[in-house]
C-alpha cells in the first residue's frame, strides 16, 4: 500500500535573495521524500499589515496566501532569527494567513519549522517565538525533529547548494518526519 501524497507549501521569512532560509526551501523542495510534494510561496508581495488595508478587502497577494496556507496540507517555514526572535518577514505572513474569514488558515494546519543562521544558535529563539504563535492559532506544529542550522556559512557553498552530507542527511530526516506528520491529520480527516 502507497502512503497518501502530501501537498505541502513552503516559505522563507527573509526576503534576501541570497538567504540561508531561501536556500533551505530550495534543499526542501528539491529533496523532498516520496509521497511529498512541496511548493513555494514568496512573500515578497506581501505587504505589511495593516487594517486599513484589509477593510478594503484582502490584497490580492494576501488572498493568495490564505488560499496556499488552506489548500496545503501541510506549511514549511524557513525562518531565521533576528535578536531572538522571529523576523517581521515570518510574523507579518502569520499575522495575515490568521486573519478572517473565519475559520482563519492556520487552524488545524500541520506546521513544520526550520531555520538556518550563521549564528551558533540555529534559530533556536525564532522557532520558539514562531511555535507558540501558530499554537495560539490552533496549527499542529511538529515537536521533533527540529531542524536548528547554524554556522550556516560552512554548510552551503558560495552558490548557496547545502554541501553538507550529514546536515542533508538531517534534512532528509525531517522532511520525511514532516510528511508523515501531515499525514497523521489528514488521514484522521479523512475518516
Excluded at 14 to 28: I, P, T
Excluded at 91 to 113: F, H, L, M, T, Y
Excluded at 182 to 187: G, H, K, L, P, Q
Aim: charged residues 25%; aromatic residues 6%.
Amino acid at each position: 500500500m502507497t502512503e497518501r501524497r502530501i501537498r505541502a507549501l513552503a516559505f522563507a521569512g527573509s526576503l534576501r535573495a541570497r538567504s540561508y532560509n531561501r536556500a533551505l526551501v530550495r534543499v526542501a523542495v528539491a529533496r523532498a521524500p516520496e509521497g511529498l510534494s512541496v511548493d513555494v510561496f514568496d512573500l515578497r508581495p506581501l505587504p505589511l499589515y495593516d487594517a486599513d488595508v484589509e477593510s478594503g478587502g484582502d490584497p490580492d497577494p494576501v488572498a493568495d496566501l490564505k488560499r496556499a496556507v488552506r489548500a496545503a496540507e501541510l506549511v514549511i517555514i524557513a525562518t531565521p532569527e533576528y535578536n531572538q526572535g522571529v523576523t517581521a518577514v515570518t510574523k507579518n505572513a502569520v499575522d495575515w494567513a490568521s486573519r478572517p474569514p473565519r475559520p482563519q488558515a492556520w487552524d488545524g494546519k500541520p506546521v513544520a519549522i526550520m531555520g538556518a543562521t550563521p549564528g551558533r544558535l540555529g534559530t533556536v529563539g525564532a522557532q520558539r517565538v514562531l511555535r507558540e504563535s501558530l499554537g495560539n492559532l490552533g496549527a499542529y506544529v511538529m515537536p521533533q525533529p527540529r531542524l536548528l542550522l547554524s554556522g550556516a556559512a560552512a554548510l552551503f557553498s558560495d552558490e548557496l547548494e547545502l554541501i553538507d552530507g550529514p546536515t542533508l542527511e538531517r534534512v532528509d530526516g525531517f522532511l520525511a518526519a514532516a510528511a508523515a506528520w501531515a499525514r497523521r491529520f489528514v488521514e484522521t480527516v479523512g475518516q
